[in-house]
């Protein structure tokens, strides 16, 4: 029979390691697991596009997540995104 672990405060375990949130906050990449539904279409679309670049499409999420954010970062990047449109019209 398994033993029963005791929770300690403060304490987030993943698998056999045991950290607390501040050494997990501390560290170079920190990584929260998460839940979200997404379409079957889009991850498929994911997997294809992660197989020809040669990485998981996990990753390539993360990357595509981290660019959008990029772009969409400030009043500065809006205004010049909108500059961009505008003199490409002229």
């Known amino acids: 029979m398994k033993a029963k672990s005791k929770l300690k405060m403060g304490v987030i375990r993943h698998g ?3 950290m607390t949130a501040e050494e997990l906050l501390e560290s170079e990449n920190p990584k929260i697991r998460t ?3 997404l379409e ?3 991850i498929r679309e994911y997997k294809k596009e992660a197989a020809k670049r040669g ?3 996990q990753q390539l999420m993360r990357e595509k997540l ?3 954010l990029a772009q969409d970062s400030g009043f500065e990047s809006r205004l010049k995104r909108l500059e ?3 003199l ?3």
């Open 66 to 68: 981290r660019s959008g």
């Open 88 to 90: 490409k019209r002229a």
């Open 84 to 86: 961009e449109k505008v």
């Open 40 to 42: 079957e279409d889009l």
């Open 16 to 18: 056999s390691v045991e």
């Open 35 to 37: 839940t979200m539904f």
């Open 55 to 57: 990485v998981k499409y």
